[in-house]
T-cell receptor, first 114, second 110 residues
Framework: GESVGLHLPTLSVQEGDNSIINCAYSNSASDYFIWYKQESGKGPQFIIDIRSNMDKRQGQRVTVLLNKTVKHLSLQIAATQPGDSAVYFC?????????????FGPGTRLSVLP | SQTIHQWPATLVQPVGSPLSLECTVEGTSNPNLYWYRQAAGRGLQLLFY??????ISSEVPQNLSASRPQDRQFILSSKKLLLSDSGFYLC?????????FGQGTRLTVV
């Protein structure tokens, strides 16, 4: 979509604070929603996923919230650390005519301040 | 376990030269495969995806093409590169829940 041409929005947080990264999705029929972390010069890495029939899932220092009413997904990172600095993408796993497909959000750059 | 290999890691090519980026997957059969491009500081743009040998779906019109000559091999090509083809190219395959990405190829067209 057009969003891939825009500069990534940036979220700056102090080390030790909690971070909240938000994402809007479009397909109500998606099975799963996934968060990825991309460090500079590397491919995106899986962080956590949530199934469409859930509204909250927790991992180690991360929590994903899903609000299907407003088609909103968020990633919360507790006690943000310098190593959390990266670009974060949400993705929805959708089924199209050819099989499963992944649709990625535009991404958010998280910058952790010392 | 499943792994995905993508090469080369970096590439500098002159305008008008051809391109061939290769991606192979191990440990799975009949995977859905994807090529993405990422401009500096920007999001992921889906270029092509494939659900099987010889089956390619193109998401955006462009100077690039893709082929899948074998079940676990996905190739991104161009006959003549443009300056605008510069970027970070990522290959991925789809698991049950998530997509797994290669380490990417940084292409600079000069």
């Amino acid at each position: 979509g057009e969003s891939v041409g825009l500069h990534l929005p940036t979220l700056s947080v102090q080390e030790g604070d909690n971070s909240i990264i938000n994402c809007a999705y479009s397909n109500s029929a998606s099975d799963y929603f996934i968060w990825y972390k991309q460090e500079s010069g590397k491919g995106p890495q899986f962080i956590i996923d949530i199934r469409s029939n859930m509204d909250k899932r927790q991992g180690q220092r991360v929590t994903v919230l899903l609000n299907k009413t407003v088609k909103h997904l968020s990633l919360q990172i507790a006690a943000t650390q310098p190593g959390d600095s990266a670009v974060y993408f949400c993705a929805e796993k959708a089924r199209d005519n050819y099989g499963q497909n992944f649709v990625f959000g535009p991404g958010t750059r998280l910058s952790v301040l010392p | 376990s499943q792994t995905i290999h993508q090469w080369p890691a970096t590439l500098v090519q002159p305008v008008g030269s051809p391109l061939s980026l290769e991606c192979t997957v191990e440990g799975t059969s009949n995977p859905n495969l994807y090529w993405y491009r990422q401009a500096a500081g920007r999001g992921l743009q889906l270029l092509f995806y494939s659900v099987g040998i010889g089956q390619i779906s193109s998401e955006v019109p462009q100077n690039l093409s893709a082929s899948r000559p074998q079940d676990r091999q996905f190739i991104l090509s161009s006959k003549k590169l443009l300056l605008s083809d510069s970027g970070f190219y990522l290959c991925a395959w789809a698991g049950v829940v998530e997509a797994f990405f290669g380490q990417g190829t940084r292409l600079t067209v000069v």
